[in-house]
């Protein structure tokens, strides 16, 4: 019987994807590429396999994903050692590759095989490729691929703790004030999903790492960059304040030399810094425990801090509460400086 040579070929099975992926990438490594087109070859193989594995994961667009089809690539992409291939040969792909790869990225560590998420398991057994993706913001080229595919991870709280605890988490202070906008943007969003998405985690590293962290997070505060500072402060608020981090943000507020920022940032010249400074510094004011130290210092300068509040105003809806908020602080500072006159 005669077979048309342009008849469909037979759809891969998730094994035979997940293997040639695996191949294609491996032949990435072999001795030809040295000869252009050899390795122009290879790349063209790569991003076909690519789109293969997210027409499977992701539909095309007119068929949806099969629901079996995903979970049994989703664990031959594990027993195959794929998702380590991809993460180390992400230097080396193109554009459409790279894209495709943090799209499936997403769908693969979401999927679960036998309650099991396989995908997040194998990266728990070979957690060297989060601190790859970390340094990877180095590379400006694959920065924000590695960006998105690092915040997948975080979602989950066992890769998320693992950075927290790397020596490669500090890498972040670092990162978030890199000269390319873009990069240190993007680091700057991992930064905050590690310091926010599981409030317990950050919780107990702070306690444990008191001291290192709040050091390096001063140099973000003190910024001579604009958006650092703004960011920075308004990240400060959203984790400091948070109902499980109480213990830590009572020892923050016992610290004069915090204190000193927050009054220093209260005399910004951008007026979005003064509101988020004023948010930090009413817990320094408001706090019943208060130090020696502390309301020495507000006695001091109370002349000076009435005058920046008194021209302090909020921002639409807000506004009503931040005055309500501010007169109460102003209060508490003219209380606490006649307290220290009559001591004098």
């Known amino acids: 019987m005669f077979v048309s040579k342009f008849q469909p070929s037979r759809p891969k099975t998730p094994p035979e994807v997940a293997k040639a992926i695996k191949d294609s990438l491996n032949a990435l490594d072999t001795k030809t590429v040295a000869e252009v087109k050899a390795l122009e070859k290879a790349m063209e193989e790569v991003e076909k396999n690519f789109v293969t594995m997210r027409c499977m994961l992701s539909g095309d667009g007119e068929v949806e994903p099969n629901v079996e089809q995903v979970s049994q690539l989703a664990l031959e992409i594990s027993k195959e050692d794929v998702i380590s291939l991809v993460v180390h040969k992400l230097p080396i792909l193109g554009w459409e590759a790279r894209k495709d790869l943090v799209l499936c990225w997403s769908i693969l560590l979401k999927q679960q095989v036998d309650s099991k998420y396989c995908c997040v398991e194998y990266i728990e057994k070979n957690l060297e490729l989060l601190d790859f993706l970390v340094v990877c913001y180095d590379n400006k080229e694959i920065a924000l691929n590695c960006g998105n595919m690092l915040r997948e991870c975080i979602k989950f709280p066992s890769l998320a703790q693992y950075i927290l605890n790397s020596a490669s988490f500090v890498l972040f202070f670092k990162f978030v004030e890199l000269p390319n906008f873009d990069v240190a943007s993007d680091a700057f969003s991992t930064f905050k999903d590690i310091l926010t998405k599981h409030a317990s985690l950050v919780a107990e590293y702070l306690t444990g790492h008191y001291d290192e962290f709040f050091d390096l997070y001063e140099k973000l505060l003190t ?37 000193k920022i927050m009054m220093t940032l209260l005399r910004d010249s951008s007026k979005n810094i003064q509101i988020s400074a004023f948010h930090i510094f009413k817990v320094f004011v408001a706090n019943p425990n208060k130090p020696r130290e502390i309301k020495i210092i507000l006695a001091k300068n109370h002349e000076k801090l009435l005058e920046l509040l008194n021209s302090l105003s909020g921002k639409g809806a807000e506004d009503e509460q931040f005055e309500e908020e501010k007169e109460l602080i102003i209060k508490e500072i003219e209380k606490v400086s006649r307290l220290q006159s009559l001591k004098s």
């Open 223 to 259: 910024s001579s960059n604009y958006v650092t500072r703004r960011q920075s402060l308004k990240l400060l608020s959203d984790f400091l304040l948070e109902a499980p981090n109480v213990q830590i943000m009572k020892r923050y507020i016992l610290e004069v030399r915090y204190l």
